[in-house]
């Protein structure tokens, strides 16, 4: 079976790429630098992309609360089936309404689809945009105390490579946190312990965050994106934890405190 991961360089679709091939699949990494080059920008690369794929999941960049992702993802959904992809399996974010706009797209497919709808990855902070911070010993963020069930990418990218390959989950909706809500000042700790650093959470104002980013060179529709993400997603809404790792794979989501201890090198200089 031939299966399209979108995102397939990034942090979920690179794990999923990788136990796709080990499972036996053939796996088509869209990214900008995959073979042949798919980009979310260029309508042109998306048909040599989904030629021949039976599945395919679909991660879209930068989010789908980005504006035209919809439109986007209409029409990649629509050219995806019209090439004879059979199962879509799409990554979603919790408390999105625009999110849920995609979802409904692909629900609407008409071929067999899953949703696997995500709170805040754990790998933000080891291989995303929270990396630095960390590494210079301060999280500042417009966060407040609001407290988030951070989910593990391992779990997310376990739970979608069953929805792409197994029988008995199309037509589902697994919604996949952690197992525990931590507060990003609970996070700063879990990481210091991981570490023996010191390393602290600043509740910072959002104008104080973008002002922060934009001194560090991160791009203007980036900042935009993050604080919105930050200021209206991180309001509390998705303060709570979801069993969906365990209904579509029978074990509990992994914690946060494994995922520090396991990473805790990253957080080192030269780590
Ligand atoms: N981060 C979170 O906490 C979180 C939570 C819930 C949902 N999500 C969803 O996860 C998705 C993004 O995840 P992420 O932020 O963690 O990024 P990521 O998957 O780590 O990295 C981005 C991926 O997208 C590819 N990419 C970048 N620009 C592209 C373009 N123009 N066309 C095609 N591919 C492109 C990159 O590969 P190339 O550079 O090779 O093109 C890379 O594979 C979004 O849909 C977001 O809503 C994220």
């Not at 059979?86 to 008409?110: I, N, Y």
């Not at 790792?245 to 990473?263: E, M």
């Amino acid at each position: 079976m031939t299966i399209l991961v979108t995102g397939g360089t990034g942090k979920t679709g690179r794990r999923i790429a990788a136990r796709l091939q080990t499972l036996g699949h053939a796996v088509r990494v869209g990214s900008r630098t995959g073979a042949p080059p798919f980009d979310w920008a260029d309508r042109a690369t998306w048909g040599p992309a989904l030629d021949g794929a039976h599945a395919a999941y679909i991660a879209y960049y930068p989010d789908l609360a980005f504006p035209g992702a919809l439109e986007d993802l209409r029409a990649f959904t629509e050219q995806a089936v019209e090439a004879g992809v059979a199962r879509l399996v799409l990554l979603s974010g919790r408390g999105e309404a625009l999110a849920e706009a995609g979802e409904q797209v692909v629900r609407e497919s008409g071929v067999a689809w899953t949703i696997v709808r995500c709170g805040w990855f754990m790998q933000n902070f080891s291989e995303g945009y929270l990396l630095e911070p960390v590494r210079d010993g301060v999280i500042a963020l417009p966060a407040g105390d609001v407290a988030e069930p951070f989910v593990d990418v391992d779990d997310i990218a376990d739970v979608s490579v069953a929805a792409l390959t197994e029988d008995g989950h199309a037509g589902m909706l697994y919604e996949l946190t952690g197992p525990r809500l931590l507060t990003f000042a609970d996070v700063a700790a879990e990481l210091s312990k991981a570490t023996g650093r010191d390393i602290t959470y600043v509740p910072v104002t959002a104008g104080e965050y973008a002002a922060g980013a934009a001194a560090h060179g991160v791009p203007p529709g980036e900042i935009e994106l993050l604080t919105m993400l930050f200021t209206e997603i991180l309001d509390g809404r998705n303060a709570y934890v979801t069993d969906g790792v365990r209904a579509a794979l029978g074990r509990p989501a992994r914690d946060f405190t494994g995922f520090a201890r396991d990473n805790a090198a990253v957080w080192v200089a030269g780590g």
